[in-house]
């Protein structure tokens, strides 16, 4: 692969809960850049239970740990493709890093070797999304120095679940991660729940940059298929905001619903 | 007068320093004295004395404790030391001794340790549990919450909860707690604790029942050492017939220091329609390397709807492991209760979730019955 003057943008998809959604959300989200014709590649981070693969019903030979392993030993003699996996649907391909195979590689796993796998990575493609574990890990950490943007998704259901929420992104923020850099996104606002959703904006002192739709049916069925939602011929509401919020990352976002109240934010930030 | 004190001690000034606090200590008086064992098994009897303090960083005294308890049936003996000691701890328990206390002690961690050693003795019989999901979110807190109550009201004996979840542990917000000392504390303090002065750092949720609990922000984590972990759980094991560790998902290494340092370790895994249960034989694989994983690793599915043997068969089939439990999903009782801080208060004691985790407590119970019967 050819390399380029400019790199790729990463996009971390990160939480402080686990089964918040972030694997739908990543391979939804590198289906649907694919889609627009980016060069995407998806990197599964989440070493010893990672469920891209499982998802996308895809068998890796290769995994991040090979790369990692490439790179430590001769960085020069490495080279991405023979460690990826490619996902395709129809005429949308993407590229796959799987997370390893065994739970022993999983541990044995160098944070700077991953980096520079990334960095390689960032020469050529478009997008890069990272999917990654609930924790403020080494590795974790690292990724999201790199990333231009971290999406970090929530769901507003338990209080306990919200208390970790703030935690992190005060954690976040105690970093020196700028405002924005981070992207709350909601997944599942209709959930049974008794919180509301202004009550928890409050006590984030931040506003959710996007809201997904509850539609655990349409997740669990592009689970089962191993179709990614924005890939299926049939419309669901849940892959529709997916794309709405792919096209908020892309600038795409056409003038209407959002922009209103998009500016008067902004604005307020401005000020702030 | 409740406890009529001896106490052997063979440095003058000790002895002096101990007997003053003893005579200025609440319900305790200073019956008699002595500098070594020989002296106080031939005299103290004509005092009656009913609780025995008995220092044993003279090595050789260890070796009275069974003949003071044959002496003194009626009498709790506690072992005095300068500093704690896991091994010698476990001796003198094993020797007979009710406890064991570092001296100096003041009044009130002498009477905490006669109240907290007295009626059960020290843990020689504490089992550890910990609770570990591999992939997060399994409601394993939940679980521990209430089997921690349903232990302590099924055994009447004390309960130990540690939130070892060094990130995100959700204990304290679930019982509603403000600690001022966690977890962090607990292990930075451990050196100078011993199990008496450990207690006060487990604040009590109801009665029998005392959480530790975990960091309140995430950058703590680092603070929490593993050798001081492992000697925190090994002192609360006197303290504790029963000890529930809340572990952080994910294999690293607290979580694997909390699994070898536990008697049983529960794999609890959430049922959602994704891969649950390949996770769980993922994880189960690497419990393999223990020779009697067989025994000491059980499984518990939650949200297991209809949540029946049927279903556990099902499950047990697919996973090819013998489950323990299967939980019911009660998400709004649990929501509910979790957001009230109310979390083992709330959860009605007729719903198939409380009741569920009853049977998980009697299994628990059970075994042990069978364990004292044997010994």
Redesign the interface.
Known sequence: MEERPWSGIVITVFS?????GKTLISINMAAELAKQSYRVCLVDL?L??G?VC?YLRITPQKTIFDAQEAVRLDIDKFSTEEYITQYQQENVTFAVLASPLK?EE??NISTEAVKKVLSRLQGEYDYIVLDT????SDLNLAIMDLSTIITFVGIV????TI??MK??Y??MR?IGYDRNKIRFVLNRSNS????ELQDVEQLLEEEFYHVLTNDFIAA?DS??TGIPLVLDQKKTVLGQDIQRLIAKYTNRLEDTEDSASGVSSWMKRLFK | MEYRVVLIESNRIMLERLSSVIKNTKDCEMVSRYKNPHEALGQSGVFKPNLILLDIDETANMQFVPEFKQSFPQAAILCLSSQWNAQASSQAVQAGAKGYLIKPFTSDELLAAVETFGKNGMGMLSETLAFFS????SGK?TLIANLAMALARKSGQPVGIIDADL??G?MA??FNLNPQSTIVEAVRDIKFLSPITLNSYFLPVADKVRVLCGTK???F?EYVDLKGFAELLRMAQSLFRYILIDI????SPISVAAAEGATMVYLVA?V????EI??MQ?AL??FKAWPDYAKRVKTVFTRVEPCDSASLGKIERELGYPVEAVLPNE??LV??A??N?RMAMDIKPDSPLAHNIDRLADKICGKKHIRWDKS
């Open positions: 402080t809960a686990s089964a918040v989440d010893q239970f469920d499982n739970m999983a541990y574990s609930s924790a403020f259901d338990f209080i306990p208390k970790n935690i992190g005060d954690t105690s049974k729940t008794r919180i669990r689970i089962h | 591999p992939k997060g979110k807190t990130q995100f959700d917000v679930f922000r995430p950058e984590a952080p998902p994910a294999f959430m959602s329609g994704g891969f390949r996770h993922q694989e690497i998400y709004l929501s509910a979790a957001n801080g």
